[in-house]
């Protein structure tokens, strides 16, 4: 009864997530936009997109090596094993709010016991890589407002200032991890609690610094990834645009409730609307947003599916 649910689980996960890629392809209708760009592209615009699908291995090897050390005080897992994880991640959280269905992914390549300390590392994971978008995005965020002479609506100024208080509350809640996990273990639902959150108190102040450092190191890789579609499609920003206009629109698609295979209109979105303030071209900016989640989401995503239907 157990393998049939697991395979039927994988199944509608599966079908969901291509039935979703699928309908969000056929309904894009900027097909011939994106066309034309690349008839009128100049042959030395491509190596940008070839950097692009260099950086693409090393983003997920980084994601893949953050949950190596995650796990590492639960199961030692190989890189390759990690790697395998974090793409099948990919895949079952395609069609879940804010891609919380990775964890489904992930757990398949844990043993049956660890399970549900897998689930709470998983949080831990995007835990992280929030904090970081946030830390980064926010600064930038202020300095594009006065930098665009966009001025500060009041609504923008609270949404701003919640995502501030948002990001100091979850930050004192990482570093305090390990203390928290040992105060549960002494409550009254211990039982219940322990199998989730033992995992948390063996790690050290060094490695969850550690583990920041890989996720800032990563958010730089698939930043520049974005740099790089931006120079593709001949969006030609100064570094310092740059550096304000690409943590800003991060920042806003990280805190906007989403589903993964909607993310590619909401990317566009917020880039048109962002970086659109640096340059006049819209579609070239539309078309950047798009096939940046093409490449960093769409591709890692078949090769998960793939992990995951051949997973027992």
Known sequence: MGKSWTWVSKW????????????????????????????????????WLLAIFTLLP???????????????????????????A???????????????GEFVGRLLY????????????????????NLVMALCGIPACMLFF????????SDLMWYVGWTIVCVVVL??????????????????FADKIIPFTTCLTEFSAIQLSEIMLVSFIRYVVFSLQFGFMLYFFEINLTPIEALIAIPTTYLFVTFTPSFAFSEAAIRSSYAVLVIGAF?????????????????????????????????N
């Open 12 to 47: 509608v996960l599966m079908l969901g997530a291509y039935g979703f890629l699928a309908y969000k392809l056929f309904t894009f209708n900027q097909y011939n936009e994106l066309f034309s760009a690349w008839q009128n592209m100049s042959f030395s615009h491509f190596g």
């Open 58 to 84: 090393l983003n997920w090897l980084l994601e893949a090596s953050k949950w190596k050390m995650l796990t590492a005080n639960i199961q030692q897992i190989s890189i390759t094993q990690a790697a395998k």
């Open 86 to 100: 974090v793409l099948a991640g990919i895949s079952t959280g395609f069609f879940t709010p804010n891609r919380v």
């Open 110 to 129: 844990l043993k049956p016991e660890n399970k549900k300390a897998g689930v709470t590392l998983s949080a831990v994971n995007s835990l992280t890589q």
């Open 146 to 153: 006065s930098h665009a002479g966009k001025g500060s609506p």
């Open 171 to 188: 930050a004192l809640v990482y570093i305090a991890l390990p203390r928290i996990s040992r105060k549960l273990a002494t409550t009254k």
């Open 279 to 311: 340059s006049g071209q819209i579609v070239g900016i539309a078309l950047a947003g798009l096939c940046i989640w093409l490449v960093n989401f769409v591709i890692p995503m078949l090769v998960g599916s793939a992990l995951v239907l051949r997973s």
